[in-house]
């Protein structure tokens, strides 16, 4: 699936919104990503799931078990471990840290991936593997459907997007003229400490 292709699927779902968004990190945008419309529609979240998976396999090979940031990342790490064969477990808020719970564990050996909806800042992603390298599994690296941050998110693994944008985002502070005279609107699940 093309870059095109993925946006064309976002654009069709009316998940590429245009106004002025206030993203989960604080930052503003004129662009949000509302990529719970993509998940309402299982055929299109398995299609975009399956094209991830396919270049997750080009890019490291088998993957013995998938695991996402609950909650944004639970549906396309389920799709995309099913694309993959494999198992899809989650991590989960335990007061402020993500923790593995409900029994899941990431044995020995095991070659997993990390399965994110949308990447910005790669804060989720970033603390979904702390709780990996914690475990004996092999980590291969990242994937998302969409990296929002130009390539810019620092992961520390390699990341497999299908799609990769530079939508502008700007502090509160510091907006354009023509972003600030639109009143903002938080879509985001993520509450921001302002």
């Given amino acids: 699936m093309t870059e095109d292709e993925v946006l064309a699927e976002f654009r069709a779902a009316g998940a590429l919104m245009e106004g002025h968004f206030i993203l989960s990190s604080g930052l503003r945008s004129p662009v949000f990503l509302q990529k719970m419309r993509i998940f309402e529609d299982p055929p299109r979240a398995e299609r975009l799931c399956r094209a991830l998976g396919e270049a997750v396999t080009a890019r490291f090979g088998k993957v013995d078990l998938v695991v996402s940031p609950a909650i944004g ?17 989650f991590v989960e808020r335990e007061g402020a840290d993500f923790a593995l719970r409900r029994g899941f564990e990431i044995p020995a050996g095991a070659r997993v991936l990390v399965v994110e909806d949308i990447v910005s800042t790669g804060k989720s992603l970033r603390e979904c ?12 690296g990242a994937a998302c459907l969409i990296d929002r941050s130009g390539g810019r998110a620092e992961l520390g693994v390699p990341l497999v997007a299908l799609a990769t944008v530079d939508f502008p985002a700007y502090p509160a502070d510091a907006l354009p003229p023509e972003l600030a005279a639109i009143p903002a609107e938080k879509p985001g699940s993520r509450k921001v400490f302002a």
């Fill in 129 to 140: 593997l702390a709780v990996v390298r914690s475990c004996p599994g092999e980590i291969l």
């Fill in 73 to 89: 990342g639970i549906i396309p790490g389920y799709e995309t471990a099913r694309a993959l064969g494999c198992k899809g477990i």
